[in-house]
């Protein structure tokens, strides 16, 4: 299923994913400012807690892209909506995310993430996932 944005908050959301996809964390930073927040919804993980600013590249995201070889992994958008209220448009979305570790270990995950935009940027975000896959990709239970 191809999802395609109704909006430009929906857009820059799409874009993120290609970019975050990509590892280009260079590029990411575009879509944060100093008060951006990114908080994966989990407990004691590698990742857990909230993330702000430009630590959200370089102490979180790049990482646990570390983890991953180069590109990996990918998020795929399978489905996505909307809606604006008081100059805020939040986007939620439903995706999955592939990708194969340094030592080649698959990663398949499920995910919904909320964001929160406003003048073209990403001010928070919040990632769920399925935790209980991730601790044990981990090692950790």
């Known amino acids: ?23 280009d964390l260079e590029t990411l930073r575009g879509f944060y ?28 995201l790049a990482p646990v892209r570390g983890m991953f070889k ?28 592939t990708g194969e570790s340094m030592d080649g270990k698959v990663y398949d995950n499920d995910y919904c993430w909320v964001f929160e935009i406003s003048n073209g940027k990403i001010d928070a975000m919040r990632e769920y996932m399925d935790s209980l896959y991730t601790a044990k990709w981990f090692g950790i239970v």
């Open 70 to 97: 180069p590109g990996d992994p990918k998020v795929h958008v399978q489905a996505m909506f909307s809606q604006t209220k008081d100059g805020v448009t939040w986007v939620c979305v439903e995706s999955n995310s």
């Open 33 to 60: 400012h100093d008060t951006s927040v990114w908080e994966p919804k989990v407990k004691d993980i590698p990742g857990a807690g909230r993330h702000v600013g430009m630590a959200i590249i370089d102490e979180f």
């Open 1 to 23: 299923m191809t999802v395609t944005a109704a909006n430009a908050a929906e857009q820059l959301v799409l874009d993120f994913f290609v970019v975050l996809s990509s590892g």
